[in-house]
Antibody, heavy 119, light 109 residues
Framework: QLQLQESGPGLVKASETLSLTCTVS??????????WGWIRQPPGKGLEWIGS???????YYNPSLKSRVTISVDTSKNQFSLKLSSVTAADTAVYHC???????????WGQGTLVTVSS | QSALTQPASVSGSPGQSITISCTGT?????????VSWYQQHPGKAPKLMIY???NRPSGVSNRFSGSKSGNTASLTISGLQAEDEADYHC?????????FGGGTKLTVL
């Protein structure tokens, strides 16, 4: 059974860079036809797609976050990572890593990790 | 890209049917048959319930069904049960990204 687990700091200072890593187990991140991505959910609000990456390194980002987001993949470790720069309180959210199919369907989710931006 | 539009809340009694709408534009819902629906219980990760407009993953009850007309997709839950009480989120492919709705809270009365 595929499992995804987020890791990283739960508290980030405003204007700094949020960094999270997702470790994939029970399957290979190099599988064809799947993308690996990040989705966030501010407290009490809806879901927001941040971006996705293919194992080859091709990336796709939410246009509203594109200038601040970098997603990378490390196939040797079966991991992918998120960096979000210049964070503000509006970036406080539960961040989920996930597996996407072609067309954006998200079929596996990590449990999520709360990241709070402090001033 | 703008978020898809969902009603903030819907409610129904056990055994009844409810429908949740998800309205987008001709650039997302109206152009692609890549609409998904997710169920989320409090404090849990979302769970895929419907993909590609009307397909159910293995293990999802056939009480859940999806459809689309023009720029609006819909999720119907028949024979409401107490465990269906949750938040429901829709999403659509846009050609180069994915956009979600604001989420709908389903209350089973």
């Amino acid at each position: 059974q595929l499992q995804l687990q987020e890791s990283g700091p739960g508290l980030v200072k405003a204007s700094e860079t949020l960094s999270l890593t997702c470790t994939v187990s029970g399957g290979s991140i190099s599988s064809s036809n799947y993308y690996w991505g990040w989705i966030r959910q501010p407290p009490g609000k809806g879901l927001e797609w941040i971006g996705s990456i293919y194992y080859s390194g091709s990336t796709y980002y939410n246009p509203s976050l594109k200038s601040r987001v970098t997603i990378s993949v490390d196939t040797s470790k079966n991991q992918f990572s998120l960096k979000l720069s210049s964070v503000t309180a509006a970036d406080t959210a539960v961040y989920h890593c996930a597996r996407h199919r072609v067309g954006g369907t998200t079929d596996y989710w990590g449990q999520g990790t709360l990241v709070t931006v402090s001033s | 890209q703008s978020a898809l539009t969902q009603p903030a809340s819907v409610s129904g009694s056990p055994g009844q049917s409810i429908t949740i709408s998800c309205t987008g534009t001709s650039s997302d819902v109206g152009s692609y048959n890549y609409v998904s629906w997710y169920q989320q219980h409090p404090g849990k990760a979302p769970k895929l319930m419907i993909y590609e407009v009307s397909n159910r993953p293995s293990g999802v009850s056939n009480r859940f069904s999806g459809s689309k007309s023009g720029n609006t997709a819909s999720l119907t839950i028949s024979g409401l049960q107490a465990e269906d009480e949750a938040d429901y989120h829709c999403s659509s492919y846009t050609g180069s990204s994915t956009v979600f709705g604001g989420g709908t809270k389903l209350t089973v009365l």
